[in-house]
């Protein structure tokens, strides 16, 4: 059952903030530790230490950084607890350091384990999901193993991408195969022996309450998706987790899934000792947008019409934040459903949930002076149909970046993307083409502080780079906002009106194309009386203190702001107009056959200068392709016809159909 409400109230009035506690176990918001993912087990990514200040933090400095083994690189979260700093690296190593000097105390690596985004801890232990979708826990003083939860033979080999949580003695693990036809699951373990105590399929069997949502006499709940990509929330008070789920699948093939889909684009409180739904409350009604909910929940306090409530924020790719109760999963600001454009052959719901007077972050269509020409732009819910093969849409504003709540301001801060991209289906529903990038199109970031008492916008940053995955914030209560940007920078921003305060060049950078992903999440810790900041900078992490003395880095190139090719570069003589493809769609058990008209094979090609290159038309429309420079041209080239081109100058070019102008190709003249 859909949940809407047009509930008013009062101005949520500013929480308290919870002193710093000598011993910390991720009940309250961290203080001298950070021993949950999120900092706490809410996942608030706030620090109750406020010895950097607005005042002093120009004093800021590295007080040590070390380098990682090489190709070896982490953007893990990291955790402090029990005197030790704990990292993932991409080699599936998981690392223990002084967090005082960096010094590494013990590492351990495990057959199979490929994470990268840290691991989770409590009594005593360190937990971390391996790729064939189990669970180990290791000793958090020696690195030694001390238990391994197997994987349900029932449940396909689908990986965990983003690592276990504690909470009041169960260990909750997610998987994120439902993007690979199958379903997104959550498994709560007895931390201390690795026992499993539930399991939660994201898609309901039939008989289970939601299963009503998807299609009658039909088995596509089998393979419904609904992934979980990030790190769930927990209130061990309330014995609940939360868990916010991803997209159904197949992504764009709604005509086959029709109903609301539950429990996908959702986020879903389970009580914590048996897995069970408490509530829950479903984003988007129906995705055939692909519109995971991929940032975690974040849980905060409030006061409501004179009361306290226990609040849930929770982010939709679009940019919008929905305010909940998460005793209740109603909302504690107003939410209405409104209609939204219709396709009856996908199914399309008639409305789709939205604030009441919410602002968004980011924008809601693409932009025009984003994307190059030969293309058109959409929005947010438009129907994606395949007689459309020349859409840019919005695609995600806030996805993965982790989003931190002061305590101190009543702020969320989050990191947007504003990054369009292609995005196409075939007529077969069961294709999924990954949204594509195209060169010319131009990027831009936000870093933005949403006030949970109205839902608005307090202040917004334009940053030069989209981060759709990278450090996101954290906040202090030294009333301080933390970010890594994609370009290597170590940022400070004033929390309340988001100035920027100090930055530090690490002298690392990211790689075109990888969302951002060069720094990790930032935490906030205390070692020998000093407040510390720390994070993992792809081949280093960093740790900063009041005085430290490691001085900056030269800076890297700027990034690039405008996308460019890239892939493989193929050397032809030979240039096929026209893919032909076979899916094999293994959980599934079925192969599914689609054909592209406006694929280029190779789409970079290669050649010597004076060669020939013969383009083959394998489709069943007419072709002219020409370069952009006007050098060259094919002249038009009918069904099932070729024509050859020679390019006397060594040189680079890019051609367009002219027809098609979203479809195109490169070659580069030697």
Not at 173 to 185: I, P
Not at 544 to 563: K, N
Request: proline share 8%; hydrophobic share 35%; charged share 15%.
């Amino acid at each position: 059952m859909r949940v809407t409400a047009f509930l008013l109230i009062a101005l949520l009035a500013l929480p308290a903030t919870v002193a710093v506690q000598s011993v910390n176990d991720g009940r309250t918001h961290s203080g001298r530790s950070w021993p949950a993912p999120g900092g706490d087990w809410g996942t608030s990514r706030y620090s109750t230490l406020r010895q950097i200040t607005p005042d002093n933090v120009k004093s800021l400095g590295a007080a040590w950084v070390i380098e990682l083994p090489e190709r070896e690189s982490s953007r893990a979260f990291p955790i402090i607890s029990d005197g030790l700093m704990f990292l993932t690296t991409n080699r599936g190593r998981i690392i223990a350091l002084d967090p005082a000097t960096g010094k590494t105390v013990w590492s351990y690596s495990h057959p199979g384990y490929g994470g990268n985004r840290g691991v989770g801890a409590g009594e005593g232990l360190l937990f971390a999901g391996m790729g064939d979708s189990t669970v180990i826990a290791v000793d958090q003083k020696t690195g030694q193993l001390r238990w391994t939860a197997p994987r349900d033979p029932a449940l396909p080999a689908q990986g965990m991408t983003a690592q276990p949580v504690y909470g009041g003695g169960v260990v909750v693990a997610t998987v994120s195969g439902g993007d690979n036809f199958a379903r997104g699951r959550a498994i709560g373990y007895e931390a201390k022996t690795g026992k499993q105590l539930w399991v939660f399929d994201v898609v309901p069997a039939p008989g289970q309450p939601g299963h009503e949502t998807w299609p009658k006499d039909s088995d596509i709940w089998k393979y419904g998706g609904g992934a979980i990509w990030t790190i769930p929330s927990i209130d061990a008070g309330l014995g609940l987790v939360y868990i916010a789920t991803g997209n159904a699948v197949p992504q764009f093939g709604g005509e086959i899934r029709s109903g609301d889909n539950l429990y996908t684009d959702s986020v879903v409180a389970l009580e914590l000792k048996t897995g069970k739904i408490r509530w829950h409350y479903q984003l988007v009604h129906h995705d055939i947008w692909e519109q995971d909910v991929s940032t975690g929940p974040v849980l905060y306090d409030a006061t409501v019409n004179g009361r306290p409530r226990k609040g849930i924020a929770v982010a939709r790719t679009d940019g919008y934040f929905f305010l909940l109760d998460r005793e209740t999963g109603k909302p504690l600001l107003p939410i209405e459903e409104r209609p939204v454009k219709q396709d009856a052959h996908m199914a399309t719901s008639p409305t789709q949930p939205f604030p009441v007077n919410g602002d968004r972050v980011g924008p809601g269509c693409a932009l025009r002076e984003q994307v190059p020409e030969g293309w058109v732009t959409g929005c947010y819910f438009d129907p994606i149909r395949a007689d459309m093969p020349n859409v840019f849409m919005p695609h995600m504003n806030l996805r993965q970046a982790p989003i931190a709540f002061s305590a101190q301001t009543g702020y969320l801060y989050a990191a947007a993307c504003v990054r369009p991209k292609w995005i196409r289906r075939p007529e077969n529903p069961w294709i999924f083409i990954t949204p594509n990038r195209v060169p010319g199109v131009s990027q831009y970031g936000l870093l933005a502080a949403i006030d949970t008492r109205t839902n608005k916008i307090a202040w917004q940053q334009r940053m030069p780079y989209a981060e759709c995955a990278g450090s996101g914030a954290t906040a202090t209560a030294g009333g301080l906002m933390l970010h890594n940007e994609p370009d290597g920078k170590f940022q400070v921003y004033n929390a309340k009106t988001g100035a920027l305060l100090w930055q530090f060049e690490t002298g690392e950078t990211g790689v075109p194309g990888a969302n951002g992903a060069v720094g990790g999440p930032i935490a906030v810790y205390e070692a020998s009386g000093q407040q510390h900041v720390a994070f993992a900078m792809n081949r280093h992490v960093w740790a900063f203190t009041l005085g430290g003395t490691i001085p900056e880095r030269p800076a890297p190139p700027p990034l690039p702001v405008t996308d460019d090719w890239d892939g493989r570069i193929d050397d032809a003589t030979t240039i096929r107009l026209g893919v032909e493809n076979v899916n094999n769609i293994r959980n599934a058990n079925r192969e599914e056959a689609w054909s592209n008209p406006w694929a280029i094979s190779p789409q970079r090609g290669r050649t010597k200068a004076g060669g020939t290159v013969i383009f083959s038309n394998t489709t069943q429309v007419a072709h002219t392709l020409k370069a952009r420079d006007g050098s060259w041209t094919s002249g038009t080239i009918a069904p099932g016809q070729s024509a050859t081109v020679t390019v006397a100058k060594p040189g680079t070019y890019d051609y367009v159909c002219q027809e098609h102008p979203w479809s195109i190709g490169q070659i580069i003249v030697q």
